[in-house]
């Protein structure tokens, strides 16, 4: 269903060492780097036919965080969604709601566990057991 998914950043090289450790837990390599004919820095993160970009807002004006908005990153494990979460944590992002944790609901248990990124970005990582 999608192609890919953009966040807008205030720091690029802040973003580029906080993505790099926190994608990097899920495999995720060194993104391709890319500057926009309007000269803005845009950074392609590629894995498993997905792409996730940070890029400098092109409009000039400062990027913000999208209320009611959460990218999800799908884990392997409990234990990798919980790293995830870790390095996040470790390289600037903060952890929001509950702790991470197993979740029961209707929607069948989950593995969740919540960060926004250095400029606000909310971000999830999930794990469903079969």
Do not use: W
């Not at 990097?24 to 036919?49: C, I, K, M, T």
């Not at 990027?63 to 990153?73: K, R, V």
């Amino acid at each position: 269903m999608f192609n890919h998914i953009v966040v807008g950043s205030n720091d690029i090289e802040r973003s580029k060492r906080f993505y790099g450790a926190v994608l990097g837990v899920l495999g995720v390599g060194e993104p391709f780097q890319h500057r926009a004919p309007s000269g803005h820095l845009r950074l392609f993160y590629r894995h498993d036919g997905n792409t996730f970009c940070v890029s400098q807002p092109i409009n000039d004006e400062p990027a913000t965080c999208a209320n009611g908005g959460t990218i999800g990153f799908k884990c392997g494990s409990a234990e990798q969604a919980q790293r995830f979460h870790d390095v996040a944590v470790a390289s600037g992002g903060v952890s929001i709601e509950a702790p991470p944790g197993l979740r029961e609901s209707d929607l069948g248990s989950m593995y969740l566990a919540y960060v926004r990124d250095p400029d606000g970005n909310k971000l999830c990582a999930i794990y469903r057991p079969r």
